[in-house]
């Protein structure tokens, strides 16, 4: 997976989302690839720039120091992403999908990316907070395109698998956020 690759599968997802999905089925990286190339410098990225630009500025931050708070969002972040593909691959099957680990990572991380995104964006100055709203509305459109895709769940159920999939992934970020805050 080389970086010109995916700036090339990440440009024309924006643009083209379902030529983009369609990009990524076809190149078919390892969710070890896609995890570890793509989607951990990009959540790096996001969560230093929140941590340490956006955090100092926002009225009621926790009362962690910026490390601890940095330590609990980039493993949050980056477990969430594991364990929620974990958990969408086995869902699929329900859904009468295919189940595959490399596809539900590339499904949840590339439709994260524009999120991730926005927030490194965002982070400049509090009064562009608006462009991670506008991340997260387009992060499910693009979700919801990429199931078919990607995850093969027919469209007659396509609607029904995201919405549990994302109440999944949500729910899993909270516990991964619970469980690294109580250990801190």
Not at 51 to 76: H, K, M, R
């Given at each position: 997976m080389d970086i010109r690759d995916v700036i090339m599968l990440v440009r024309t997802l924006f643009a083209q989302p379902e030529k983009g999905w369609v990009l990524?089925?076809?190149a078919h990286y390892p969710w070890q690839q896609i995890f570890g190339r793509f989607m951990l410098p990009l959540v790096f990225l996001s969560t230093l720039a929140v941590v340490y630009i956006l955090q100092p500025q926002v009225e009621g931050a926790p009362d962690l120091s910026p490390n601890q708070l940095f330590?609990?969002?980039l493993t949050g972040s980056a477990g969430?992403?594991?364990l929620g593909g974990y958990l969408i691959a086995a869902l699929t099957p329900r859904f009468k999908g295919i189940s595959s680990m490399d596809m539900a990572v590339a499904l949840v991380s590339f439709a994260y990316a524009p999120v991730f995104l926005a927030s490194v964006i965002a982070?400049?100055?509090p009064s562009l907070q608006l462009l991670n709203l506008v991340a997260m509305v387009y992060m499910l459109y693009l979700y919801f395109k990429g199931t078919g895709?990607?995850?093969e769940v027919p469209r007659d159920r396509q609607m029904g698998f995201t919405v549990v999939s994302i109440i999944i992934l949500?729910?899993?970020r909270?516990?991964?956020a619970f469980i690294l805050?109580?250990?801190l």
């Amino acid at each position: 997976m080389d970086i010109r690759d995916v700036i090339m599968l990440v440009r024309t997802l924006f643009a083209q989302p379902e030529k983009g999905w369609v990009l990524i089925r076809g190149a078919h990286y390892p969710w070890q690839q896609i995890f570890g190339r793509f989607m951990l410098p990009l959540v790096f990225l996001s969560t230093l720039a929140v941590v340490y630009i956006l955090q100092p500025q926002v009225e009621g931050a926790p009362d962690l120091s910026p490390n601890q708070l940095f330590l609990i969002t980039l493993t949050g972040s980056a477990g969430s992403i594991l364990l929620g593909g974990y958990l969408i691959a086995a869902l699929t099957p329900r859904f009468k999908g295919i189940s595959s680990m490399d596809m539900a990572v590339a499904l949840v991380s590339f439709a994260y990316a524009p999120v991730f995104l926005a927030s490194v964006i965002a982070s400049l100055h509090p009064s562009l907070q608006l462009l991670n709203l506008v991340a997260m509305v387009y992060m499910l459109y693009l979700y919801f395109k990429g199931t078919g895709i990607l995850m093969e769940v027919p469209r007659d159920r396509q609607m029904g698998f995201t919405v549990v999939s994302i109440i999944i992934l949500f729910v899993v970020r909270l516990f991964t956020a619970f469980i690294l805050a109580a250990f801190l």
